[in-house]
């Protein structure tokens, strides 16, 4: 049997057939090249292997998150819906028009309409749809205090 | 275990399911990224990107892989073009001169000689020795991640070792 660093290479990762194994580790133990070349390559791949594996960082989660919704244009928006929504059912509220159970649809319309006229008819249908997500960037903006 | 249940609600951008992927899989795209970029704010950047990639794409994700070999694929792609990104942005260059400039009896049981034979190679072989050799994965799996055939990856492996040994016999 020849020399042959690939046959070495199948050998250490295990994948040549047991009859032929046998002939390839006896060629290894008697060949002083062959036998170093194993004994370097096996060596080499225990250090990689042993390296260990460390835990991810923390708050990626978070970040990605962050990413994967609503964009910044759209988080400026909420924002400001939200800052204007309070101005206006704070207004609501002083001049006595504000109904605190939602008893009241037609005043919740009123209420709607106004906000869709303020802040555009797609922002209400898209903070439906985003809910959740619009949810997890108040949190975020409230932890980073930005609200 | 992640379930198909799992991935259409991640898709639909339930948190939870989402949470559950991350946790499932991010060990392994932080392992694959770090020990193929060498640096961690390249490797957490291509941690967040690869997750980043995978909520939004989940959604056209029509189960003909597995999601393993699906994230691995992103994880493979998403590293090697960051890094070159990073290049070709700051000349970010491995320092591989302590390798060889060192002398002495080679100590290589330390994690420091892991990630001096990894910086030994180009980031294409290196991911490749960080999945199979870090990672444990078959070759085959290898191949699926990197789009490569199976005996192109056997070869490119073998090399990689062969290089490792050559920079490590040279200290
Ligand atoms: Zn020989």
Redesign the interface.
Same mark, same amino acid.
């Given at each position: 049997m020849k020399c042959d660093? %690939?046959l070495i %290479?199948k050998f250490l $990762?295990g994948?040549i057939s047991s009859n032929r194994k046998s002939r390839v580790k006896e060629h290894i133990e008697n060949c002083a090249q062959c036998c170093r070349?194993y004994n370097? !390559?096996a =060596? !080499? *791949?225990s &250090?990689?292997? $042993?390296?260990? =594996?460390? %835990?991810?960082?923390a708050g &990626?989660?978070l970040? &990605? =998150?962050r990413? !994967? *919704?609503p964009h910044k244009a759209f988080l400026l928006r909420a924002r400001f819906a939200l800052t204007a929504g309070a101005v206006l059912t704070l207004f609501l509220a002083v001049t006595g028009v504000f109904s605190p159970n939602g008893a009241n649809a037609e005043l919740d319309y009123y209420i709607e309409s106004q906000l869709d006229a303020l802040f555009g008819e797609g922002l209400r249908s898209e903070l439906t749809v985003y809910e959740? %997500?619009w949810q *997890?960037q108040i949190e975020i903006l409230l932890e980073e205090g930005e609200l | 275990m992640i379930t198909k249940s799992d991935i259409k609600k991640a898709a639909s951008g339930d948190e939870a399911a989402m949470e559950k992927i991350y946790q499932y899989y991010s060990a392994f795209v932080w392992n694959v990224a770090l020990k193929t970029c060498l640096n961690r704010d390249v490797a957490a950047d291509a941690l967040q990107e690869v997750f980043i990639k995978v909520f939004k794409k989940l959604g056209s994700f029509r189960f003909y892989s597995s999601l393993k070999t699906w994230i691995y694929r992103i994880t493979v792609n998403t590293t090697l073009n960051l890094i070159k990104k990073e290049k070709r942005r700051e000349g970010l260059e491995l320092d591989c001169t302590r390798l060889k400039a060192r002398s002495g009896e080679p100590d290589l049981e330390s994690k420091q000689t892991a990630q001096e034979l990894l910086g030994t190679l180009d980031p294409e072989d290196r991911i490749l020795i960080v999945m199979r050799e870090m990672e444990g994965m078959s070759y085959k799996e290898i191949a699926a991640s990197s789009k490569m055939t199976l005996s192109s990856v056997k070869t490119r492996i073998y090399r990689a070792r062969e290089k490792m040994r050559t920079a490590y016999d040279k200290r």
């Open positions: 660093r %690939n %290479n $990762d994948e070349y370097e !390559i =060596k !080499i *791949t &250090v990689l292997r $042993d390296a260990g =594996k460390p %835990n991810p960082p &990626v989660f970040r &990605v =998150k990413n !994967i *919704t959740q %997500n *997890t | -």
